[in-house]
């Protein structure tokens, strides 16, 4: 069962640009998470917000989360070639007494040089 | 600290075939949790080890299996290969003491690239 699911699937902009990627879920969270992906290896965690936050930085990135739309964004800006990967958003479903961290099917974004 | 460590890198199978993987998580860590990734069916769960116990479980068949030991290593077995078995399989080890908590955070390794032929 897929939680969250990213849109855009695929983006491709300029270095320097800025990417916007959202994630919406179906049911209620305590946190989110974003993750970064390049290609065939394994994910790296970017940031985590809390269901109590709405807006959190580290970096050149910038997420938000809106409980009440069940949905988060990841702003990504002055972006450069190396940002160049798939991003998963992920959130806890508990589901027959078991939890599990599902992610989304991730978005692809390619910075082009 | 070393991170999460996954061996073998590459492993080529045929059908009928069962398969061990290997999963050394970062020291201090005791959650290790496995997710099998495909093209097709994206990242999923597969289960989650605690201090030595299956904590969590993914909608995966009975041919999947897992082990933790005392170390906190832990291993994934998968029996009776398929085709459809044919993935990018990732380990990833937390802290934290429950998934929803906000100190799970998921450091992964490499992956071992399984080809069923």
């Not at chain 2, 990732?90 to 802290?95: D, E, K, R």
């Amino acid at each position: 069962s897929q939680q969250g699911e990213e849109d855009p699937q695929a983006l491709s902009i300029q270095e320097g640009e800025n990417a916007t990627m959202n994630c919406s879920y179906k049911t209620s969270i305590n946190n989110l998470q974003w993750y970064r992906q390049n290609s065939g290896r394994g994910l790296v965690h970017l940031i985590l917000i809390r269901s109590n936050e709405r807006e959190k930085h580290s970096g050149r990135l910038r997420v938000t989360l809106d409980t009440s739309k069940k949905s988060s964004s990841l702003l990504i800006t002055a972006s450069r070639a190396a940002d160049t990967a798939s991003y998963f958003c992920a959130t806890v479903l508990r589901e027959g007494g078991s939890e599990k961290l599902v992610f989304g099917k991730g978005m692809k974004l390619t910075v082009n040089p | 600290k070393a991170g999460v460590t996954q061996t073998p890198r590459y492993l080529i199978k045929t059908r009928g075939q069962q398969v061990t993987l290997s999963c050394s998580p970062i020291s201090g860590h005791r959650s290790v949790s496995w997710y099998q990734q495909t093209p097709g069916q994206g990242l999923q769960f597969l289960f989650e080890y605690f201090s030595e116990t299956q904590r969590n479980k993914g909608n995966f068949p009975g041919r999947f299996s897992g082990r933790q030991f005392s170390n906190s290593r832990s291993e994934m077995n998968v029996s009776t290969l398929e085709l459809g078995d044919s993935a990018l399989y990732l380990c990833a080890s937390s802290l934290a003491v429950s998934l929803a908590g906000a100190k799970n955070i998921q450091y992964f390794g490499a992956g071992t690239r399984l080809s069923v032929l």
